[in-house]
């Protein structure tokens, strides 16, 4: 019988390890599911909410518990996009990828800032990142985030699952 040297062995696990098993059904059924990204969406050209102001919006049917569980920031990790520091079509196009990126998460977080940098107070950003939400066929409800998470400056947005 003839022994296998190190250099063999060495070769064997990092071709191995290299080449982990890979579930062929599921990666087929999750792209198969995946819907292109949304880009239907239209701009906003005047801010017409403050920074401070707390946002919340839900369609009919949601549960009134995942709804306090958001407002109470309950929800374990989830995709965070931050805007800061982007225009509002810039903004867009970013909400778009990520929100097809992360379809299949229940939950994500938007960070757009509350507008201190802004005319009047008044927050674009914030303001189109709500109109953005609100066009988004997969978008059930979002609302404010607690201080502790961002506060008026983010929200939880509830996806779809399909």
């Known amino acids: 019988m003839k022994q296998i040297n190190e250099e ?16 062929k059904d599921s990666a087929r059924k999750s792209n198969a599911l995946k819907k292109s990204a949304f880009t239907s969406y239209s701009y ?6 403050d920074g401070s102001e707390v946002i919340s919006y839900s369609k009919s049917g949601v549960s009134t518990k995942v709804i306090k569980k958001m ?8 995709p965070v996009l931050d805007l800061h520091g982007q225009t509002v079509v810039e903004a867009c196009e970013s909400l778009s990828v ?3 990126h992360h379809q299949f998460e229940p939950f994500v977080q938007i960070i ?13 950003l914030k303001t189109q990142v709500v109109s953005f939400l609100k066009q988004h066929p997969q978008v059930l409800a979002f609302n ?8 008026t400056g983010a929200v939880f947005a509830l996806l779809k699952q399909n």
């Open 98 to 100: 990520f929100m097809c």
């Open 71 to 78: 407002k109470q920031g309950n929800i374990d990790a989830m």
């Open 44 to 49: 906003i050209v005047d801010a017409n909410l």
């Open 112 to 124: 757009h800032g509350k507008g201190y940098h802004s005319e009047n107070g008044m927050s674009i």
């Open 8 to 23: 063999d062995k060495q070769l064997f696990r990092s071709t191995v390890d290299a080449n982990a098993p890979t579930d």
């Open 144 to 151: 404010s985030c607690p201080d502790k998470d961002g506060g």
